[in-house]
């Protein structure tokens, strides 16, 4: 069973029981590996000989807070709506989501609150698999859509 801490504000009709599941739900698929079961980088081999993983953190903070981590550890002076700290298996690592900025990216995209934190989830559990969208030429966003889909994302 993976172990999802999850810590701060509640999230308007996504109790945290259902964070849970919702991220069990999106390792599963991915073959519950510390790194995706195959990629371009990865062999079925190596995806096969990835350490398990079986806990993950979630942080959910406000704006102020974010902009602050975005700073530190991205040299970036502004907020922006997910970071993720991959860790060492078992320990996939920690997500930290600003809720004021899912919020008013759920605005801009007509759903709801829950719907915006679950893809920031999703995003999140992928960059701690050892994805990056910023330099993998489209595999993490390709990926992000597939697995959207699996796990009843529009």
Known sequence: MINV??????????????????????????GGRSRPPVSRKRSAAEAAAAPQVDEVSIAFVDDASMRSLNKKFRGKNKTTDVLTFPGEAPFLGDIVISLDQARRQARDERHSLATEVRYLILHGILHALGFDHETDDGEMNALEMKMRAKVGLR
């Open 5 to 30: 801490e999850v810590t701060g504000p509640a999230v308007p009709r996504f109790p945290r029981r259902e964070i849970g599941d919702f991220v069990r739900a999106v390792l599963q698929w991915s």
